[in-house]
């Protein structure tokens, strides 16, 4: 992980920020691309 209990808790809500944007990102694309999430999931 980075920078998880080096004592910086500005990098870990750094991470945990981009760790949500990612992931808000992940489903914008799940929903606008349903069939090819799935067969990259299945495949």
């Not at 808790?9 to 949500?20: A, G, V, Y």
């Not at 694309?29 to 999430?37: G, L, N, Q, T, V």
């Amino acid at each position: 992980m980075l920078g998880v209990g080096s004592g910086q808790p500005h990098e870990l809500l750094h991470t945990l920020f981009w760790l949500d944007e990612l992931y808000r990102a992940e489903l914008q694309e799940a929903a606008a691309h349903p069939s090819e999430r799935v067969a990259a999931a299945v495949g």
